[in-house]
């Protein structure tokens, strides 16, 4: 395997050394920074609320919803280098009892995690089963709850089609789940646009 290949596998699930690398990336990034804020903005967590994130990463989602008066947050990643990092730069989340960060993956999150009034990941999709993954989302979300998917690929010669084709891929599977509402919006960035997914479960 090339260093390269190595790096890019990292993204998937980061460990060890280029794991923690990985993770500095994703924190400082500034493509990164504004995926999560533009999808943090989408879900718009309001006071009161409870938001999950899946594949949290570093943390970087889950600062931006805390930064919301009065929300609480839990976030899954199947990392244990990426919880010790979202662990620390959320640390006074953690202890306020704000925020909850638990090791694995949606599909294997306990029934009584949640329920939540939102849900979101970004560049996860592509790395799941897409048809478990969305229905291990809806299982978490309470009646109405909003799920919010976003996805910018980072493959080489990624084009703005790629984008819509697993755009359309995803609203396909969550109207075979029952979700509603569904909309698709698209931040530009450089070298392909991101696209966020929304949709609400069935009340």
């Given at each position: 395997?090339?260093?390269?290949?190595?790096?890019?596998?990292?993204?998937?699930?980061?460990?060890?050394?280029?794991?923690?690398?990985?993770?500095?990336?994703?924190?400082?990034?500034?493509?990164?920074?504004?995926r999560?804020?533009?999808?943090?903005?989408?879900?718009?967590?309001?006071?009161?609320?409870?938001?999950?994130?899946?594949?949290c990463?570093?943390?970087?989602?889950?600062?931006?919803?805390?930064?919301?008066?009065?929300?609480?947050?839990?976030?899954?990643?199947?990392?244990?280098v990426?919880?010790?990092?979202?662990?620390?730069?959320?640390?006074?989340?953690?202890?306020?009892?704000?925020?909850?960060?638990?090791?694995?993956?949606?599909?294997?999150?306990?029934?009584?995690?949640?329920?939540?009034?939102?849900?979101?990941?970004?560049?996860?999709?592509?790395?799941?089963?897409?048809?478990?993954?969305?229905?291990?989302?809806?299982?978490?979300?309470?009646?109405?709850g909003?799920?919010?998917?976003?996805?910018?690929?980072?493959?080489?010669?990624?084009?703005?089609?790629?984008?819509?084709?697993?755009?359309?891929?995803?609203?396909?599977?969550?109207?075979?789940?029952?979700?509603?509402?569904?909309?698709?919006?698209?931040?530009?960035?450089?070298?392909?646009?991101?696209?966020?997914?929304?949709?609400?479960?069935?009340?």
């Amino acid at each position: 395997m090339s260093l390269r290949d190595a790096i890019v596998s990292q993204f998937k699930r980061p460990r060890g050394l280029l794991g923690r690398i990985v993770g500095w990336i994703l924190a400082g990034r500034g493509s990164n920074l504004k995926r999560n804020r533009w999808t943090v903005d989408r879900i718009d967590p309001t006071s009161g609320e409870i938001v999950l994130e899946a594949g949290c990463g570093p943390g970087v989602g889950l600062s931006l919803c805390l930064e919301r008066p009065n929300v609480k947050a839990v976030g899954v990643d199947h990392s244990d280098v990426m919880i010790a990092q979202a662990a620390k730069r959320n640390c006074k989340a953690v202890r306020a009892g704000r925020l909850t960060l638990i090791q694995g993956t949606v599909e294997t999150l306990p029934a009584d995690v949640g329920p939540f009034d939102k849900a979101f990941s970004i560049n996860v999709i592509q790395f799941v089963d897409q048809a478990a993954f969305v229905a291990a989302m809806k299982r978490h979300l309470k009646p109405g709850g909003l799920l919010a998917t976003t996805y910018q690929p980072r493959h080489a010669k990624a084009t703005r089609a790629d984008v819509l084709k697993l755009a359309t891929k995803v609203s396909e599977i969550l109207s075979a789940e029952g979700f509603g509402a569904l909309r698709v919006e698209e931040l530009d960035l450089k070298p392909v646009p991101a696209v966020c997914v929304l949709a609400r479960k069935a009340a």
